[in-house]
């Protein structure tokens, strides 16, 4: 078996939200920025992410270039495409680095590591800050009450 490697992750400067890769930070910038550089040519509706105008760019003209060989299904993502044969074909390419499991998809490999380093995924942070938030928010209260002695 092998070791734990901690994720070489990238925080946004904004609002601390982690990324494993520069691209996703990139596009999760753009939240915040309010950034969209992306065009569509037919009605100027316009996105963030490349991958997000041209699956809608397929609303207009109906298109779905990657088809399934195996059940014709088909996609307008060439790597959801890709993730779905693989559902057919068995191949698991992925694999964890502590206990050897294999898996069909990078994201629920990544989930499944976070099960051995304890690391919160990110409805676990969410969950952890709203509580902490509401603690803080509650105790402020509390005092706030007790000294002005609505509290009796």
Not at 44 to 50: D, G, Q
Request: glycine share 8%; aromatic share 12%.
């Amino acid at each position: 078996l092998g070791t734990i490697q901690p994720f070489s992750e990238k925080p946004c400067t904004v609002c601390k939200k982690t990324f494993t890769g520069k691209g996703g930070l990139d596009h999760h910038k753009r939240t915040h920025t309010g950034e969209r550089p992306y065009c569509c040519s037919i009605c100027n509706k316009t996105f963030a992410v490349k991958s997000y105008l041209y699956r809608h760019i397929t609303t207009h003209t109906g298109e779905t270039p990657f088809s399934c060989s195996f059940c014709e299904k088909t996609f307008i993502i060439k790597g959801h495409l890709d993730a779905h044969v693989r559902t057919h074909t068995g191949e698991k390419p992925y694999s964890c680095t502590v206990c050897d499991k294999t898996f069909g998809r990078k994201s629920v490999r990544d989930k499944h590591l976070r099960t051995h380093t304890g690391e919160k995924g990110r409805v676990g942070k969410l969950l952890k800050e709203t509580e902490a938030y509401f603690k803080t928010f509650s105790t402020a209260i509390l005092r706030e009450q007790f000294y002005s002695r609505q509290l009796f």
